[in-house]
T-cell receptor, first 111, second 117 residues
Framework: SQKIEQNSEALNIQEGKTATLTCNYT??????LQWYRQDPGRGPVFLLL?????KEKRKERLKVTFDTTLKQSLFHITASQPADSATYLC??????????FGTGTRLQVFP | EPEVTQTPSHQVTQMGQEVILRCVPI?????FYWYRQILGQKVEFLVS????????KSEIFDDQFSVERPDGSNFTLKIRSTKLEDSAMYFC???????????????FGPGTRLTVL
């Protein structure tokens, strides 16, 4: 079965620095990877989708990369702010419509 | 901006009772989903629904679960006889179709917290 692993359970960084979160997948390359933000007790909020044939995608302070050789996606938040503190989820397809989620990385940005 | 809505936000029920969780997907979307998240665990797929029928379901989605689109706007999840282990956040999601004809980004609702006593 397809798996998604987000190796870091928690990441603490200082305001203004770049946060880098890692997502690794197993088996065949997904058609796309999606990144979501989840605040406590709330639903996942879509941030970025990157397709297999895309190396990098950006949206404001967010950047995501997709490396099919390493079977890895990196998610970057530049100039991080305390308001960026949340759990970030990586999700992949498994050749169907459903999403398979990782356990998430809890990001804490300190002033 | 269009969004997925869910009601109720919190449902408390006794074990063995039936519950219906309700969702209003984004209006022009065609694909609908239910996921659940047990406290402290990952978000797990339950079922997907397209063209008025289930397109895929997980092992969790057994005979106690059913989904329905009773009209043009609502999408419901019914749990016939709730168990203690059904306590979780239940998220509804919907997606459209991108320009290539593939299902697009899934947008999630705020969730219903189900507590089974």
């Amino acid at each position: 079965s397809q798996k998604i692993e987000q190796n870091s359970e928690a990441l603490n960084i200082q305001e203004g620095k770049t946060a880098t979160l890692t997502c690794n997948y197993t088996n065949y390359s997904p058609a796309y990877l999606q990144w979501y933000r989840q605040d406590p007790g709330r639903g996942p909020v879509f941030l970025l989708l990157i397709r297999e044939n895309e190396k990098e995608k950006r949206k404001e302070r967010l950047k995501v990369t997709f490396d099919t050789t390493l079977k890895q996606s990196l998610f970057h938040i530049t100039a991080s702010q305390p308001a960026d503190s949340a759990t970030y989820l990586c999700a992949r397809d498994d050749n169907t419509d459903k999403l398979i989620f990782g356990t998430g990385t809890r990001l804490q940005v300190f002033p | 901006e269009p969004e997925v809505t869910q009601t109720p936000s919190h449902q408390v029920t006794q074990m063995g009772q039936e519950v219906i969780l309700r969702c209003v997907p984004i209006s022009n979307h065609l694909y609908f989903y239910w996921y659940r998240q047990i406290l402290g665990q990952k978000v797990e797929f339950l079922v997907s629904f397209y063209n008025n029928e289930i397109s895929e379901k997980s092992e969790i989605f057994d005979d106690q679960f059913s989904v329905e689109r009773p009209d043009g706007s609502n999408f419901t999840l019914k749990i016939r006889s709730t168990k203690l282990e059904d306590s979780a956040m239940y998220f509804c999601a919907s997606s459209g179709v991108d320009t290539s004809g593939y299902t697009d980004t899934q947008y999630f609702g705020p969730g219903t917290r189900l507590t089974v006593l």
